[in-house]
């Protein structure tokens, strides 16, 4: 039976846990730490022993070279002596040409004892073969007993290390959350038996959060009928929020199946590949809209011998960017049907006109500032000529690999704000059995990737085209995605993305 409140303390176990999970990670990171600093550490000293050996045996070898052919053993042996005063000095022997030693200064060390032992010819005075072998040991153990002091030193920096996150954990984990949960836990108590106390705590962090929620509860319970309505309230409030999830869920799979559906409306817009016929040698297209449907556009027709190529980048992307390629096409098809001027810059002034048009943005009082870029490519088999002009749009000519890049006129069409420019211009080229021809919209060449991040750009593309112009086009093709994919990396994709290549024949 309970007699009163009582004062819980929360069990200090917890500051003790939160060391143990930090434990492994410390001694882990240290351990590692100190082996790759001891590691280099040793590493570099003995390097630096064995340079110091070498050199020294080198010098040796080079200084008693005369003296020995001499037979003039008071010197070579005094000098071989002086090597005696290196605080490392083991031994040094002197071997003639059969091996046989002729001096030796100092006593090998026993097995236990690490040496560094280095061999050096000696010369001979006139430079033709060598007299003799000189060799020279130097003691490694005070490198050995280092390499030892480092690892005492590690264990005693584990070991105050430990102690410090130890004495942190435990003294942060008591004042942040064993502390207010020792005065929550007492509160709680209190409540039990009517005492509506509340907690003092404020401060941004969850147990300041508990302890918020701690005294709006006793608020309600307090009150009574409150904490009934608030209960009454948190149902509704939760059956509305499944009600409205559901809703949610249907809506948008409506907007999704609705998207889909919209994709097949937007494939059934554009034309086939085999549209052209034999009107050119070889043609393909990558269309690949950043979201299911997209801004970009392009259309092929044929005039007898002439084929007519347009590739169109219209204002945004995804379910707005589509509704744009639908204003384009219904305008480009008007423009068709009704036939005349079939002259690629004459078509781009009439889109323009067209869409500025049919999105009413040749009223004064439009909101509407939308727009497209296109390039046209009219082919002429009987000339054997190719007309191109462009609207912000480039076009790239692949002679044998020497690549040629036609910018177009720097002027859009549509945009109620564009200032009025000067007439599209057109350029005719000489086409030669060979050439291959790229359209291509700016979503292939914004790709972001690289370090520092950098746009593909136009060049890039211009440099892959020429390094694979001996492949077939739709090789050529992949080649270009997989170089946008590699240099995109784990970048998103920012647009739309369309291309076409032909080669008229």
């Not at 008071?74 to 005063?85: D, E, P, R, S, T």
């Not at 690490?114 to 490198?143: D, K, Q, T, Y």
């Not at 509160?187 to 147990?207: F, L, N, P």
């Not at 980048?313 to 068709?336: E, Q, Y």
């Amino acid at each position: 039976m309970s007699t009163g409140p009582k004062d819980f303390r929360p069990g200090r176990g917890l500051a003790t846990k939160v060391f143990a999970a930090t434990l492994p990670v410390v001694v882990l990171a240290v351990l590692i730490t100190q082996a790759v600093v001891g590691w280099i550490n040793y590493s570099a000293r003995l390097d630096a022993l064995t340079a110091r050996a070498d050199l020294m045996a080198t010098l040796t070898a080079q200084a008693i070279a005369r003296p020995l052919w001499n037979l003039d053993r008071a010197i070579y042996q005094a000098q071989v002596a002086a090597i005696g005063a290196d605080r490392g000095f083991v031994m040094a022997r002197i071997f003639d040409e059969t091996g046989q030693t002729v001096f030796q200064q100092g006593e090998a060390a026993s097995p236990e004892t690490p040496v560094i032992s280095v061999r050096r010819p000696i010369p001979h005075p006139m430079g033709a073969s060598r007299i003799g072998e000189f060799e020279l040991m130097l003691s490694a153990a005070e490198l050995e007993e280092s390499a030892r002091d480092q690892i005492t030193i590690t264990i005693a920096a584990i070991l105050v290390l430990l102690l410090a996150t130890f004495a942190t954990v435990h003294g942060t984990t008591r004042r942040l959350i064993l502390d207010p949960l020792g005065r929550l836990l007492a509160a709680m108590a209190r409540v039990e038996h009517k005492d509506w106390t509340r907690i003092e705590w404020r401060s941004g962090d969850e147990i300041g959060q508990l302890a918020t929620a701690f005294n709006r509860m006793v608020e309600g319970l307090e009150a009574g009928d409150e904490a009934k309505r608030l209960l009454t309230e948190l149902e509704a409030a939760q059956t509305k929020l499944l009600e409205n999830n559901a809703a949610l869920e249907k809506a948008s799979r409506l907007v999704l199946d609705s998207i889909g559906y919209a994709r097949k409306i937007q494939d059934g817009l554009l034309p086939d590949a085999s549209t052209l016929g034999d009107a050119v040698a070889e043609l393909h297209i990558s269309w690949q809209p950043l979201h299911q449907v997209g801004g970009d556009y392009y259309w092929l027709h044929r005039i007898g011998r002439k084929a007519l190529i347009l590739l169109a980048d219209c204002t945004g992307h995804g379910v707005p960017g589509a509704f744009m390629t639908v204003v384009a096409a219904s305008a480009l098809d008007r423009i068709l049907r009704e036939g005349g001027e079939l002259r690629p810059a004459a078509i781009l002034e009439r889109l323009d006109s067209d869409v500025r048009e049919r999105l009413r943005q040749d009223r004064p009082d439009s909101l509407s500032d939308d727009g497209l870029d296109a390039a046209i490519c009219l082919w002429d088999s009987e000339t054997t000529t190719l007309t191109f002009a462009g609207a912000s749009m480039p076009l790239i000519r692949s002679v044998g690999g020497r690549i040629e890049v036609f910018k177009g006129d720097r002027r859009s069409l549509g945009y109620r704000t564009q200032a009025k420019h000067r007439p599209f211009t057109e350029t005719v080229l000489p086409v030669q059995a060979g050439d291959c021809f790229y359209l291509f919209t700016d979503g292939m060449t914004d790709h972001v990737g690289g370090q520092p991040p950098r746009l593909f750009g136009r060049r890039r593309l211009a440099d892959i085209i020429a390094a694979n112009a001996d492949l077939p086009l739709h090789a050529q093709i992949d080649r270009i995605e997989d170089a946008l994919g590699n240099h995109r990396g784990d970048q998103s994709r920012r647009d739309d993305m369309a291309i076409i290549a032909f080669r008229p024949y």
